[in-house]
Structures are given as structure tokens and as C-alpha cells.
């Protein structure tokens, strides 16, 4: 199936460039297990890589010009700009996702006396929380890489897909995405301290069950939904909370202190704001020793838990979300379910035993249809590498 993915690229390449490629690269989307709205919080998140992604072909120029070719945006063309041309292309444009990364790595102290060739082609539905817009960071990041031989660590290509995204997007997220695509490896989950940057792989065993990711199909854009209010909201919780207790992020505190200290915040709504940060943090640490310890039904309960956190206090679900969700917990075979990502449409996930996908997808999909008006997508999750390159000649 890859092979094809990269042959008919390779065709597009000559196509748009005429010219041949002379790299392949792949960069994952993400799923998040459990840890949601934590990142930018300073908690604990449980990310994977999964096998859908973006798919890039790549090839150096002698002149100072990029050009950048997508399958999944061809009404834009073929984007053309020199490389140190820090301007916006225009609003909604991909193109500025690649050119994010390269003012990123830039700061870092890059220099590019030259351009590159860029035709990529993503499986990624757009806007389903998956993560396309940080896939597309990390392939640039690795492009570049790659095609200037630079002596960079993969933190700092995951920081600056981070910085892409909050400084030159305009989205203030945090830095979970990017870590899950840098850093994810077949059948781990990444478990990460997002304060300290200090992660550990924890190996994802299943057994008789398997992760459905369920799509609402409704699209979202992050800066144009209300995730940065939300980002807002927690930072206005830490500025009340530091009247007396000294901490930078809501994730330094537990349930406990919270609750002692909860009266410190001025408003209501931020105050359930920062119940669902702390409280999301407890159920990823208590996660991770379920996983490791095989206890499934539990690790279940605590996606439920989830989800009804995100739904009462964070408020980020809605009836696409809910209704997924909400049916899916009550089919047979289901552990647990949850929204996953940013919320405000995009995806949800179900654990459920292998012998009731078929049934998981009939009943959920017929509810959500009569509920919502439309189809429904579901995929059952694989977790894969992180982003990476791809050898010419193994794929042909």
C-alpha cells in the first residue's frame, strides 16, 4: 500500500516539477490516548503515532526558490517563494505550515542558501483531530533536514513544529502533537511530562482489543474555535492560584490542593477550567500503571471519566462528540470511549473487543446518522513510527 502511495507521489513530483525526487519521507498522525488539554498546562499526556500520515517526495534546487506542490490542496497550485521570504502566504494556505518551520529553524540559528521541491499527499482527514497540521510540521521539519544535512536534534525539530504552529499559525498549543510524531514508536504510547520534557515508552498490549477511531467528519480550525480561550482560561486559574500557592502550571497540583485552593479563583467557569487540567493529569498517571499492568476494564473507566471532564468542565465536545461517544460506551464489548484531540468536532476513540467492531460501527453509526444528519467514519487506530525518512530504493 506504501509503495503505491510513494509511486503514484513520485509521478506527481515529475508531474508539477519536472524533475526526480531524491527523498521520500512519512510523518504520522496521533492519537491521544487519555491526557487531553493537558499539554499546555504543564501535565502528563499519552500520545501514539499512528499509520495514517503525510507522505512527502522531496529534492534540493541550485536557486533560492521553494516550491511546493500538495495532492489534497491541488486547487492552490504549485506555491512558490524564496526561501528567506518570511511573509504569509495567504490566510488558510498549507503552505504557511512549511514556511512556519522554516522561520522556526531559522531562530535556532539555520541558514538555507537555497531552495527545495515539496510534493506531499496526506491520508490524515483534514480537521479531524489527528494532528494533519503537525504531521505536515514534522515532514517539513525533516525535509529540511534532510536536504541541508543539518546537525540538529529531534527536539528541536519537534520545537520548532511547536513554534510553527503558536507563533506563525497562531495557535497556541502545546507540545504534544509534535512529541507523539517525533518521537512515537509501533505499538508504544508516549507517556510525557510536558513541564519537564522527560518521556518514557509504554508498551501498548491490547490484547483481545483494539482502538476505533470514530470521526464525527466534522471539520474544525483550531484558530478559528475557541482552543485558545480555553488556553486562556487555565492561564487566568494559575494567575489566581499564585496568590498563594507557587506553582507555574496547573499540572504541579493535585486534586487535593486544588480543591483546598479553588477558592482563589475569581470566576466559576475558570474554575471548572482548571478542575478538568488537574483532574485530567490524575487519570493519565493512573493510566499509564494500568496499561503497564494489563488492567484494561479499568484503563476503560478512565477514558469514560475523561470524556465526561471534557464534556461538564472543559465544555470542548459537543453533539457530534457526545453522541459517539455516549453510544459507543453502551455497545457491548466497549471498555470505555472518549473524545480525542482538541475537541469542537474531529475524532473520538473506542476501546472495544475485537469481536464487536463490526457491531460498534453498525449501532454508533446508525445514531449518529439519525442524530446528527451525517455519515460517520471509523478506522481501527495502528500504532507506528514517528516521522521518518524512507529509503528509495526498499520501497521500489
Same mark, same amino acid.
Given at each position: 500500500m506504501?509503495?503505491?502511495i510513494?509511486?503514484?507521489?513520485e &509521478?506527481?513530483f ?10 521520500f ?7 491521544n490516548l ?21 507522505y512527502g ?7 533560492? @526558490?521553494?516550491?511546493?506542490y500538495s ?9 512558490t ?8 502566504l495567504?490566510?488558510?494556505s498549507?503552505?504557511? @505550515?512549511?514556511?512556519?518551520v522554516?522561520?522556526s529553524? &531559522?531562530?535556532?540559528?539555520? +541558514?538555507?542558501?537555497?531552495? @527545495?521541491?515539496?510534493?506531499?499527499v ?11 497540521s503537525s504531521?505536515?510540521e514534522?515532514?517539513a521539519g ?5 536536504l541541508y ?6 527536539l ?7 513554534k %510553527?504552529e ?6 497556541n498549543?502545546g ?6 510524531i517525533g518521537?512515537?514508536e ?7 511530562d ?8 509504554v ?13 464525527t ?14 488556553? &486562556?482560561e ?8 499564585? +496568590? ?17 485552593s ?12 482548571a +478542575?478538568?487540567a ?9 493510566a499509564?500503571?494500568?496499561?503497564k499492568?494489563?488492567?484494561?476494564m479499568?484503563?476503560g ?5 475523561s470524556?465526561?471532564?471534557?464534556k ?8 457530534e ?10 455497545v457491548?464489548?466497549?471498555?470505555g470511549?472518549?473524545?480525542t484531540g482538541?475537541?469542537f468536532g ?7 473487543? +475485537? ?10 453509526g446508525k445514531?449518529?446518522?439519525d ?5 460517520a467514519?471509523?478506522?481501527? %487506530?495502528?500504532i ?5 525518512s524512507?529509503?528509495l530504493?526498499?520501497?521500489?
Open positions: 506504501e509503495s503505491k510513494y509511486r503514484e507521489l &509521478r506527481e515529475q508531474s508539477k516539477f519536472d524533475s526526480q525526487p531524491s527523498d519521507f512519512f510523518s504520522p498522525g496521533r492519537i487519555i491526557g487531553e488539554h493537558t499539554d499546555y498546562n504543564g501535565g502528563h499526556v499519552l500520545p501514539a503515532a499512528i499509520t495514517i500520515g503525510t517526495a522531496a529534492k534540493s534546487r541550485h536557486d533560492r @526558490f521553494v516550491k511546493l495532492k489534497n490542496f491541488s486547487n492552490e497550485g504549485v506555491i517563494f524564496d526561501i528567506n521570504d518570511e511573509n504569509h495567504q490566510k488558510g498549507w503552505g504557511n @505550515f512549511v514556511k512556519g522554516l522561520q529553524l &531559522r531562530l535556532y540559528g539555520n +541558514k538555507f542558501d537555497h531552495g @527545495f521541491e515539496l510534493a506531499i496526506g491520508n490524515i482527514p483534514n480537521g479531524s483531530g489527528l494532528s494533519s504531521s505536515l514534522l515532514l525533516i525535509v529540511v533536514k534532510k544535512d543539518l546537525k540538529i536534534p529531534r528541536q525539530l519537534v520545537a520548532s513544529g511547536q %510553527a503558536n507563533d506563525y499559525i497562531g495557535v498549543t507540545i504534544m502533537d509534535q512529541f507523539a518521537y512515537g509501533k505499538n508504544q504510547a508516549i507517556y510525557l510536558t513541564n519537564t520534557m522527560i518521556y518514557e515508552l508498551p501498548v498490549e491490547m490484547r483481545d482489543n483494539v482502538v476505533v477511531i470514530m470521526n467528519n466534522k471539520k474544525r480550525e483550531l484558530s478559528d474555535s475557541k482552543y485558545n480561550e480555553r488556553v &486562556r487555565t492561564q487566568e486559574a494559575v494567575f489566581d492560584l499564585q +496568590k498563594e500557592l507557587r506553582i507555574n502550571f496547573l499540572g504541579e497540583i493535585d486534586s487535593k490542593t486544588f480543591e483546598k479553588k477558592h482563589l479563583i475569581n470566576r466559576e467557569v475558570v474554575a471548572r477550567r +478542575k478538568h488537574v483532574s485530567e493529569n490524575e487519570r493519565t498517571k493512573i499509564v500503571k494500568l496499561l499492568d494489563n488492567h484494561m479499568e484503563f473507566r478512565l477514558l469514560n471519566e470524556h465526561e471532564s471534557l461538564t468542565d472543559y465544555e470542548v465536545t459537543g453533539i462528540l457526545d453522541t459517539l461517544v455516549e453510544t459507543a460506551q453502551k457491548p464489548g466497549v471498555l470511549a472518549r473524545m482538541a475537541g474531529g475524532c473520538a476513540i473506542a476501546l472495544v473487543n +475485537k469481536r464487536n467492531v463490526a457491531e460498534l460501527k453498525q449501532i454508533v445514531a449518529y446518522k442524530k446528527v444528519g451525517y455519515e467514519s471509523f478506522y481501527v %487506530a495502528e507506528g513510527q514517528g516521522v521518518h524512507i529509503s530504493n526498499a520501497e521500489k
